[in-house]
Nanobody
């Protein structure tokens, strides 16, 4: 069992920045590939970014590439999502997710169904 707790959401003006954090507890964090997803009101949850166990490989949705950066600190059991140049369309509840992949340090996934554990989400609201 892994428990994920997101933080760092809030209200920001368009063009602003936020850094989301996701703290993990319960298992060896470095055995998990991590991802960020988001869900806007009335829409399905969508992939935002993913990072491999080692942190050496990252992958982004086209809509956020160049503006968002995913990173992780395995010593602190935490994954981050740095967001700059925020747009009103980035408004959503942001979720972090963990997938156990003990056999590969380079694996990552953009598929929601791949992930084993999810956080409760943190609200990000971008005003125009």
């Amino acid at each position: 069992q892994v428990v994920l707790v997101e933080s760092g959401g809030g209200l920001v003006q368009a063009g602003g920045s936020l850094r989301l954090s996701c703290a993990a507890s319960g298992r060896t964090f470095s055995n998990y590939a991590m991802g960020w997803f988001r869900q806007a009101p009335g829409k399905a949850r969508e992939f935002v970014a993913a990072i491999s166990r080692s942190g050496g490989i990252t992958y982004y949705a086209v809509s956020v590439k160049g503006r968002f950066t995913i990173s992780r600190d395995n010593a602190k059991n935490t994954v981050y999502l740095q967001m700059i140049g925020l747009k009103p369309e980035d408004t959503a509840v942001y979720y972090c997710a963990a997938e156990l992949v003990p056999s590969s340090i380079s694996y990552y996934s953009a598929a929601e169904r791949s992930y084993d554990y999810w956080g409760q989400g943190t609200q990000v609201t971008v005003s125009s």
